[in-house]
């Protein structure tokens, strides 16, 4: 188990990098120096994030972030530990009077909207037969379309969710497909898939899988795959660490979220600051900026003199992109760059003309929107390529088609104040 010293070391990169660790090759503080570099740009300041999950508390240290709620479960009572740690990773204010332990996020000036949508362990006084029940009735497929939608609809920028379920239904492609019509961009972790299902570890499902939705790869101090909580297929569109990091919880107590959620987090982020310096761009373009300028681990050079156009653009697709960490790390610093180029263009004297339509107009029957192929998701890479802090926990509980990381947060809030945790 690492240290307490060692759990703050990476928050502490991002103020203390300096440029010289590009040189030195280490992927993780090279993309901490990129974070850095991003956040002398944008803070986040007029993004909105919705965390759609657990609720999120109006903890001081999140300083009146929290701009708009919805609560589909209503039934039992949020304890709001996760979706507030989720919500300090990316808003908290720093240190402040009434919360003094309370760490920086990493876009500290964003909006968030708390959407709940599921119940926790801890919702339940840690009892798994009632936690369990609720999953029983199947309504989480509903809850989940359903909070995407009102996160879209409330002006959402980025849309995080650390929520998976079995794919096919068409309820969470048609709400991810609406999302990106109003402009969001979805971030979700590719968790594992569970054993029970059939599919194989490495199986793609939602709503990572789906089209629109940048999967989050986890990797380790050296951006490799850290198999247990991330899964080897093409919905894996980026990588980030899922080191543990230090966060905020709803009485100020301090908590670590790490796995996927830590690794997702950074990417929310990392689109966040995207959408603040230019909120008009399409997620499409937002998705293409930060898939381009991704850094792949033992990639050459720092990219200070080479422009921000790397790895995806500079080699074949079989050194660009791979199963394990997609395009690679996300680098906030090279995005920003990349998407003030997409914002910029024109579109050229053969465009078509935005009134005109295939056919003649509007079509009869619904579209739906196409899905992944869910054995290989052949494609996506060359598309893209071509241009266009958990609170601690080691298990994660599968729990009747669907996947809840974290389940065990009181545990960790028992084992930092010295107290074992329950059975």
Do not use: C
């Not at 300096?18 to 850095?36: E, K, N, T, V, Y």
């Not at 490799?224 to 660490?241: D, F, G, H, M, Q």
């Not at 739906?368 to 060359?382: E, N, P, Q, S, W």
């Amino acid at each position: 188990m690492l240290t307490r010293a060692l759990l703050m070391a990476v928050p502490l990169l991002l103020a203390s990098t300096p440029a010289s660790a590009h040189a030195a090759g280490q992927p993780i503080a090279r993309m901490a120096a990129d974070f850095a570099a991003a956040q002398r740009i944008t803070m986040g300041e007029g993004a909105r994030v919705a965390i759609v999950g657990d609720a999120v508390a109006n903890a001081r240290a999140l300083n009146g972030a929290v701009r708009g709620r919805l609560d589909l479960v209503k039934w039992p009572r949020a304890t709001m530990l996760y979706g507030t740690a989720q919500a300090t990773m990316l808003a908290a204010s720093g240190p402040r009077p009434g919360a003094p332990t309370a760490t920086r996020g990493l876009v500290p000036e964003v909006e968030l909207l708390s959407v709940r949508v599921e119940p926790f362990l801890a919702d339940f006084g840690s009892n798994r037969t009632k936690h369990n029940r609720w999953y029983e009735r199947n309504r989480g497929v509903l809850f989940l379309s359903s909070g995407i939608r009102w996160a879209a609809n409330h002006g959402a920028d980025v849309i995080w969710t650390t929520t998976s379920w079995e794919g096919g239904d068409t309820r969470l492609a048609e709400a991810v497909a609406y999302a990106a019509g109003k402009g969001a961009v979805v971030v979700a972790p590719a968790w594992p898939a569970p054993r029970s299902w059939g599919i194989g570890v490495n199986g793609v499902y939602d709503p990572h899988g789906l089209p629109g939705v940048i999967g989050v790869g986890v990797v380790d101090l050296n951006g490799s795959r850290l198999e247990e909580y991330s899964a080897k297929n093409r919905s894996v569109l980026l990588s980030a660490p899922g080191l543990p990091l230090p966060t905020t919880g709803p009485r100020g107590q301090r908590y670590y979220l790490d796995s996927g959620t830590a690794a997702s987090g950074w990417v929310v982020a990392a689109a966040a600051m995207v959408k603040a310096k230019y909120p008009k761009l399409a997620p499409s373009l937002v998705i293409q900026a930060l898939a381009a300028t991704a850094r792949r681990p033992g990639q050459q050079g720092d990219g200070a003199g080479e422009d921000v156009i790397t790895a995806a653009y500079r080699t074949s697709e079989p050194r660009a992109y791979d199963t394990s960490i997609g395009f690679g790390l996300v680098n906030p610093a090279g995005a920003l760059k990349m998407a003030g180029r997409l914002a910029a263009m024109k579109p050229g004297k053969d465009s078509v003309a935005p009134g005109a339509r295939f056919g003649g107009g509007i079509p009869t029957q619904k579209i739906v929107a196409v899905r992944h192929d869910k054995t290989g998701l052949t494609g996506m890479a060359g598309a893209i390529g071509g241009g266009g802090l958990l609170l601690s926990l080691a298990s994660v509980a599968i729990v009747r088609g669907r996947r809840t990381p974290n389940a065990n947060i009181e545990a960790a809030v028992r084992n930092q104040a010295g107290s074992p945790p329950r059975p």
